[in-house]
């Protein structure tokens, strides 16, 4: 069952939302500050947050930019509630990443509707495991095997092996797998990633001779 977040400071549309959210099949969570919103998202990420602009300790817009910036959260999706009606309003909230916008006052059926829209949007295609000779990546269910042993990887850990595998043959730059990975405002030394190859090398046992190190240049897979 899908969770979504609901972050409101009025009390009377956030239980309106929950309400509606539950008795259409979803879990739902209530927040009336950003800082409850805060604790909660790190700890478990919903499918959804329905994400109100004008908070009493925060600004949604500077809320969701946070989201974006953050590579573990960027596609995580929002839908921005408000009062603001203007079509400029409207523009910044999606041109600040959000995926749809709902104006108050709204129908409990709108708010569902745009609710599935966006859910389906945000549904991943189907791919094929991503296999390189005994290693092989399913991406949906996040599952890495090498020789059919299920070998267990963290976040970081597997989009890197993902993005190594898709790029096979190639050699991949530090700054390349750091933007990719850790993102472009991360401020951790490279050292982070060559722990983080070490790391997986070890977890991959005789799937870690694919890894191979490009001295002064990157890593690359094959």
């Known amino acids: 069952m899908k969770t979504i977040y609901v972050v409101e400071d009025d009390a009377n549309i956030r239980e309106i939302e929950i309400f509606a959210l539950k008795n259409c099949g979803y879990e739902a969570e209530g927040f009336a500050c950003t800082s409850d919103f805060w604790r909660s998202v790190r700890k478990e990420k919903p499918a959804l947050v329905l994400l109100d602009i004008m908070l009493p300790d925060g600004d949604g817009i500077e809320m969701l930019a946070e989201l974006r910036s953050d590579p573990e959260m960027r596609k995580l999706p929002v839908i921005l509630v408000t009062a603001r009606t203007t079509e400029l309003d409207k523009v910044k909230g999606l041109d600040s990443g959000a995926d749809d916008y709902l104006t108050k006052p709204f129908g409990v059926m709108e708010l569902i509707s745009r609710v599935k829209a966006v859910l389906r949007r945000a ?4 791919e094929l495991p991503l296999v390189l000779s005994d290693i092989s990546l399913d991406t949906a269910g996040r599952v890495c095997r090498v020789a059919d042993v299920p070998v267990e990887l963290t976040y970081k850990e597997f989009e890197l092996l993902s ?10 730059t530090r ?15 490279s050292r982070t990633l060559d722990v983080h190859i070490k790391t997986l090398r070890r977890k991959l046992k005789s799937g ?10 990157g890593y690359l897979a094959d």
């Open 123 to 126: 549904e991943p295609d189907r």
């Open 163 to 172: 993005l190594l595998i898709r790029n096979a043959g190639t050699v991949m």
């Open 175 to 189: 700054d390349v797998l750091m933007e990719r990975i850790w993102g472009t405002d991360y401020m951790g030394e």
């Open 208 to 217: 870690g001779r694919h890894i191979h190190t490009v001295r002064n240049v």
